[in-house]
């Protein structure tokens, strides 16, 4: 698929506001999907899935939503806290796992 | 505790020689993954492996090598045919119900 390596867009967020970061996946076959986390220097650290059969899944300040027509993700953070800075991919799963190009977030105090 | 366990840290290479970078896991995960990342970009799929013995390549497998003779272990070794292997390289490790990665590795080359 064409949704790796390519360079970073960016989103920058006032503190206290909502971000929505939106990822295209490639593979209409991907059943299962990850949003992650990645601090500079580090591994991504997971933060919500969801699998083919839900449109919308809620965690702790976090919401997945899902449109499998248009092949989109979109992660939607409440609160944005300083903490959240960082880089976020989404991830599609099917025999394998693909990344999504990623979006740097900035967190403004 | 269970988890994922890349090494070295750091990693420099002279050119024209082979490195291999070691990834462990003890979370009894059947699948396991390479990925490699540029600067400011995403992370690209270089080998995969669901399943002792069998492993898959992935968007970016030309110069790389692995092996999986144990359920654990999922060496990535960088051989003199990658042209530029300065990277930083993270392992993952998943089931139907989760993946978690290494802390990763990044290698230079000198």
């Known amino acids: 698929g064409e949704s790796v390596g390519l360079h970073l867009p960016t989103l920058s967020v006032q503190e206290g506001d909502n971000s929505i970061i939106n990822c295209a996946y490639s593979?209409?076959?991907?059943?299962?999907f990850i949003w992650y986390k990645q601090e500079s220097g580090k591994g991504p650290q997971f933060i919500i899935d969801?699998?083919?059969?839900?449109d919308k899944r809620q965690g702790q300040r976090v919401t997945v939503l899902l449109n499998k027509t248009v092949k989109h993700l979109s992660l939607q953070i409440a609160a944005t806290q300083p903490g959240d800075s960082a880089v976020y991919f989404c991830?599609?799963?099917?025999?394998?796992?693909?990344f999504g190009a990623g979006t740097r977030l900035t967190v403004k105090p | 505790d269970g988890g994922i366990t890349q090494s070295p840290k750091y990693l420099f290479r002279k050119e024209g020689q082979n490195v291999t970078l070691s990834c462990e896991q003890n979370?009894?995960?059947?699948?396991m993954y390479w990925y490699r990342q540029d600067p400011g970009q995403g992370l690209r799929l270089i080998y995969y492996?669901?399943?002792?013995?069998?492993?898959q390549k992935g968007d970016i497998a030309e110069g790389y090598s692995v092996s999986r003779e144990k359920k654990e272990s999922f060496p990535l070794t960088v051989t003199s045919a990658q042209k530029n292997p300065t990277a930083f390289y993270l392992c993952?490790?998943?089931?139907?119900?989760?993946?978690?990665f290494g802390s990763g590795t990044r290698l230079t080359v000198v």
């Open positions: 991830a599609e799963i099917f025999n394998d796992m693909r």
């Open positions: 969801i699998r083919s059969n839900m």
């Open positions: 492996s669901q399943i002792v013995n069998d492993f």
């Open positions: 993952a490790s998943g089931t139907l119900n989760g993946y978690t």
């Open positions: 979370l009894n995960h059947d699948a």
């Open positions: 593979n209409s076959a991907s059943d299962y």
